[in-house]
């Protein structure tokens, strides 16, 4: 099972908005909505950020949403703030012999 | 307050054993499926494998099948991994994480701070 593939980094000014993808399979991503995102920031543990393809967690903020269209999930952060400057992996139930994977992780940077 | 901690982690050399520990508070253990993920140096997350709530149901990544066995104690509020056969690639922080089912393939909404194995001759 390969990870799923998301773009290395994405960039934005404090306000603007920024999208993420997270590209699979229908065998996952594409398959069933259990599409995840995790938030980390350096030298910590994962912080949950989205389930279930567009919910947040209670606790995070609304600025943080998500979505899919296909094989494809995204997760879009508006109002770009600088605590928003983290590494961003989404996630997924897979059908596959591995049962769960991450995507190859994103570089959020506040410019 | 809900919390996982990692224990176990240390040196070994290539071809060792180690036994990673997690204990558990602040939630009814065995309502819950548990998860290990792992973060290579400087690289992204990769799930290692899960155990369901009562451990009937495993699942491992293809990358440690055969060579890694997870197991629970539901009476300690325990989660563990005995890794055999150990590689340089097995090298990473490995984080114990509760999926908010009593499954283990889904979303992950409490983790622990990691313990680091290190694989080295």
């Known amino acids: 099972q390969s990870a799923l593939t998301q773009p290395a980094s994405v960039s934005g000014s404090p306000g603007q908005s920024i999208t993420i993808s997270c590209t699979g399979t229908?065998?996952?991503?594409?398959?069933?909505?259990?599409v995840s995102w995790y938030q980390q920031h350096p030298g910590k543990a994962p912080k949950l950020m989205i389930y279930?393809?567009?919910n947040r967690p209670s606790g995070v903020s609304n600025r943080f949403s998500g979505s899919k269209s296909g094989n494809t999930a995204s997760l879009t952060i508006s109002g770009l703030q600088a605590e928003d400057e983290a590494d961003y992996y989404c996630?997924?139930?897979?059908?596959?012999?591995?049962?769960?994977?991450f995507g190859t992780g994103t570089k959020v940077t506040v410019l | 307050e809900v919390q996982l901690v990692e224990s176990g982690g240390g040196v070994v050399r290539p071809g060792g054993s180690l036994r990673l520990s997690c204990a558990a508070s602040?939630?009814?253990?065995?309502?819950?499926?548990m998860s290990w993920v792992r973060q290579a140096p400087g690289k992204g997350l990769e799930w290692v494998s899960g155990?369901?709530?009562?451990?009937?149901?495993?699942g491992y990544a293809d990358s440690v099948k055969g060579r890694f066995t997870i197991s629970r104690d539901n009476a300690k509020n325990s989660l563990y991994l005995q890794m055999n056969s150990l590689r340089a690639e097995d090298t990473a922080l490995y984080y114990c994480?509760?999926?908010?089912?009593?499954?283990?393939?889904?979303?992950?909404?409490?983790w622990g701070k990691g313990t680091t194995v290190t694989v080295s001759s």
């Open positions: 994480a509760r999926p908010d089912s009593g499954s283990y393939y889904y979303y992950m909404d409490v």
């Open positions: 602040g939630f009814t253990f065995d309502d819950y499926g």
């Open positions: 155990i369901n709530w009562n451990g009937g149901s495993t």
């Open positions: 229908s065998s996952d991503v594409g398959g069933y909505n259990y």
């Open positions: 279930d393809v567009s």
């Open positions: 996630s997924s139930y897979t059908s596959s012999s591995t049962p769960y994977v």
